[in-house]
């Protein structure tokens, strides 16, 4: 592809989103706005599928929607609530540990700078990134095995490994896509440009991919 053509891409993901159900974390901070709620569910959502997520989140706001208040609950509260989310048991620590941490150093308040979330525990790149861009409408690229594929099989970068695509990203992609590139690469590689055998007979901007990688599609 052209790297000028990135523009025209997301202009007919955004329209192709409009008939597909966003992704849970992006849902709920459009429904909350709530950056505490943001950096829970994206705990809760790593190796999990969405609507997985989706309940457990619900599940576990029910009881308590504050860091103070989920401090409090007991581990297997957090467990029973949260399950079957991947590694749930780690996920209900991580959660605890979290939360004692904001209450304690934070006055409560989820931190919104990068190099602070990173700081906590279980947060990576792509947690810091979500909270930052999706609960406080700062810059910021989260990069995910959906975003980290589809860029690379566009053709718009070259990189073997999501931190990588990250970086490459941040170079190329102009700073009014940075927020919106992951909802959409996300929604689009769920339903459209899969891993394996994707849907490139009816994709909206397949005449402007290169398919890097492909060798069987339908």
Not at 126 to 137: D, E, I, M, P, R
Request: glycine letters at 6%; hydrophobic letters at 35%; one cysteine or more.
């Amino acid at each position: 592809m052209h790297d000028d053509d990135i523009s025209i891409i997301i202009e007919l993901l955004t329209k192709d989103l409009q008939s597909t159900k966003l992704p849970i974390v992006t849902d709920l901070a459009e429904r909350e706005g709530n950056p505490f709620q943001i950096l829970i569910s994206t705990l809760l959502s790593l190796r999990t599928k969405d609507e997985v997520t989706e309940a457990a989140t619900e599940r576990l706001f029910r009881l308590a929607r504050t860091p103070g208040e989920m401090s409090q609950l007991s581990r297997d509260d957090i467990i029973q609530a949260i399950y079957p989310v991947g590694f749930y048991r780690n996920k209900a620590d991580t959660i605890l540990h979290v939360c004692g941490i904001l209450v304690e150093k934070y006055d409560s308040r989820v931190p919104d700078t990068i190099d602070e979330l990173l700081t906590l525990k279980g947060v990576g790149r792509k947690t810091a990134n979500l909270v930052v861009t999706l609960g406080y409408g700062g810059q910021g690229i989260c990069v995910d095995t959906h975003v980290h594929r589809i860029s690379n099989r566009l053709g718009y970068v070259d990189t073997k490994t999501p931190d990588e695509t990250e970086w490459a990203l941040r170079k190329k992609l102009p700073g009014r896509h940075w927020i919106i590139y992951n909802t959409l690469m996300v929604a689009f590689g769920r339903n459209t440009c899969r891993p394996i055998s994707p849907l490139c007979s009816t994709c909206v901007i397949s005449g402007y991919c290169d398919r890097i990688g492909v060798t069987k599609s339908r």
